[in-house]
């Protein structure tokens, strides 16, 4: 298992699964999660409830196949023209290890672009990260927006 004492690890699983969103290999991306990972944005800060209190997103995997499936249907008109993103991450921290994994924190900046239209959003991850199958996997991806409170727009590309 991946140890918090082995940070390289982990920011390299955090870089790639960043490179994988912005070069839209969203089935690499969906792979990533374990079977029984979460997707979550709360839209309140410090939300601690995603069942019983709104959330921007709450998706389990069966939900998360559906929306790579909707991003590759051809007549996804929410990604027309497609959505081109970057992301920065940084501050990466371990801060947990126990039998649900490893829990990493780091801070995260993402540009969409879409129609001539640029947006920015900020935040940080909470990965709850385990080995499954031999590899490190995403129990849950928390996605703590700095702005979720605020009117944002659509939102088309996974952060």
């Known amino acids: ?10 920011e390299a699983f955090l870089f790639e699964e960043a ?11 969906l792979a990533l999660f374990a079977d029984d990972g979460v997707y979550w944005i709360p839209a309140t800060p410090d939300q601690r409830d995603p069942v019983n209190q709104a959330s921007i997103a709450y998706e389990e995997r069966q939900l ?10 051809p007549a ?21 290890q126990g039998d649900e994994g490893v829990t990493v924190r780091s801070n995260f900046t993402l540009v ?21 199958e031999g590899r490190l996997r995403i129990a849950c991806k928390r996605v703590n927006l ?13 952060f």
């Open 64 to 73: 998360l196949e559906v929306r790579v499936r909707r991003l590759r249907h």
């Open 146 to 158: 700095l702005n979720c409170d605020a009117p944002m727009g659509p939102i088309v590309i996974p």
């Open 76 to 96: 996804n008109y929410a990604d027309q023209p497609p959505v081109r993103t970057r992301r920065v991450i940084g501050n990466v921290t371990a801060e947990q």
């Open 19 to 29: 490179r994988m969103l912005d070069e839209r290999r969203f089935e690499d991306w």
């Open 1 to 10: 298992m991946a140890a918090v004492g082995d940070i390289r690890a982990l």
């Open 112 to 132: 969409d672009f879409q129609a001539d239209v640029q947006r920015l959003f900020a935040g940080d991850y909470v990965h709850t990260l385990r080995y499954d």
